[in-house]
Structures are given as structure tokens and as C-alpha cells.
């Protein structure tokens, strides 16, 4: 079993900074693909960013690329977000997810594993 366990979430003002951070704990080998979705109330969870934990790779949603940067430490064996430039339209549940596929999923449903979430208030 794979426990993801995310922080730095709050509130922020219009075109500031949080950065996201996910660790990952409870088996041996870790998954492959690590990514963030959000879910803003009334609305379905979204993909946000994805890295692969091998390569590097990383994969934006058109919403957040450009603004957010999406990267790994092996040896804390953690994913981060950096989320610049935040707008309302940001705010959102923000949600870690790791799965053992080779290549960045999209789709929630293709994860297996997911932290419980962060919130994350941008105010206009």
C-alpha cells in the first residue's frame, strides 16, 4: 500500500505563491507517475500537473502551464508544486495521486493512490 500525505495548502492573494508539497511513503518501490488534481466545489476533480518519478517528465494542463511547475526529490522522496502567479478561478481541494503506470494519466480514475487533500483559497 502506497499513503500520500500532502501539505502547504492556505490562503493567498491574487497573483501570489503556495508551493504543494506530497510525500509518499509505505512500500519499497513507488509508483512511477506522481500527479496533482483539484476539485473546486460543483466541479469534477481535474488534472493539474504530472511527473514521472524515472524521467522526469512532466505534463501541465493548459489551465496552469506557465505558472506551475511541477518537480521531484528523490531523497525526500517528494513531488512539490509551485503555483505562482494564482488566480480565484485556482481555488480548489487540491489533491496528490500516484500510480504504477509507465506514462501520465489524465483521467483520475487511472489512479490508484491518492492523499487527502489540501485547500488552497486564492481571493481576489
Known amino acids: 500500500q502506497v499513503q500520500l500525505e500532502e501539505s502547504g495548502g492556505g490562503l493567498v492573494q491574487a497573483g501570489g505563491s503556495l508551493r504543494l508539497s506530497c510525500v509518499a511513503s509505505g512500500r519499497a518501490l513507488m509508483p512511477n507517475v506522481k500527479g496533482w488534481f483539484r476539485q473546486a466545489p460543483g466541479k469534477e476533480r481535474e488534472f493539474v500537473a504530472g511527473?514521472?518519478?524515472?524521467?522526469?517528465?512532466?505534463y501541465y494542463a493548459d489551465s496552469v502551464k506557465g505558472r506551475f511547475t511541477i518537480s521531484r526529490d528523490y531523497a525526500k522522496n517528494t513531488v512539490s508544486l509551485q503555483m505562482n502567479s494564482l488566480k480565484p478561478e485556482d481555488t480548489a481541494v487540491y489533491y496528490c495521486?500516484?500510480?504504477?503506470?509507465?506514462?501520465?494519466?489524465?483521467?483520475?480514475?487511472?489512479?490508484?493512490?491518492w492523499g487527502q487533500g489540501t485547500q488552497v483559497t486564492v481571493s481576489s
Open positions: 511527473i514521472t518519478w524515472s524521467s522526469g517528465r512532466t
Open positions: 495521486a500516484a500510480d504504477f503506470a509507465p506514462t501520465i494519466a489524465t483521467m483520475a480514475g487511472n489512479y490508484d493512490y
